[in-house]
């Protein structure tokens, strides 16, 4: 399976300690290099995401061929999430981790499967990684996630912890 990740889902797992999820449900986990800069190089270390990416030999930075479908997309989003669409693209990803809406509204009008950081929590539930998903979710909160209240709540019945 190949999957490619943006930036928040990488922190957001790494801040709340659940960074390991990630190889546990997908293996290996692509990123575009606008990702790995915006986590390791230019970021600040946030709950240990710096060093967990740095780190992690199941995490594969991979150079983005097609520079002018990057270039068209930084009209609407950041480069580290133009990069990701393109990457998974590129790579026929089955998945992309992905977080912003305009991002995630891309990749629908693409086809592309998405999972944001609570459905990730969610898919590990559902698969026996987890046996709760809501402490999790709180800490994401305290984290400065912004997460609305009806994600939560959509999340949580599917988890069946509502």
């Known amino acids: 399976m190949i999957v490619v990740?943006?930036?928040?889902?990488?922190?957001g797992l790494a801040q709340i300690q659940r960074f390991d999820l990630l190889q546990r449900l997908f293996g290996e986990v692509y990123?575009?290099?606008?990702?790995?800069?915006?986590?390791?190089?230019?970021?600040?270390?946030e709950g240990g995401a710096k060093r967990e990416i740095s780190s992690a030999a199941w995490i594969k930075t991979v150079n983005v061929t097609d520079r002018l479908a990057v270039e068209v997309l930084l009209d609407e989003m950041d480069s580290g999430e133009a990069e990701v669409i393109v990457?998974?693209?590129?790579?026929?990803?089955?998945?992309?981790?992905?977080d912003e809406k305009k991002g995630r509204r891309k990749l629908s009008q693409m086809s592309i499967n998405r999972i944001g950081t609570l459905g990730i929590l969610l898919k590990a539930k559902q698969v026996g990684l987890l046996t709760e998903i809501r402490s999790d979710i709180e800490k994401l909160r305290r984290q400065g996630f912004s997460i609305s209240q009806d994600v939560i709540d959509a999340v949580l019945q599917q988890a069946d912890e509502k």
Request: aromatic share 6%; hydrophobic share 50%; proline share 6%.
């Open 87 to 98: 990457l998974a693209r590129e790579l026929r990803a089955e998945w992309v981790l992905m």
């Open 31 to 45: 990123i575009p290099q606008a990702v790995y800069d915006e986590a390791v190089i230019a970021g600040r270390e």
């Open 5 to 11: 990740s943006n930036t928040t889902p990488l922190i």
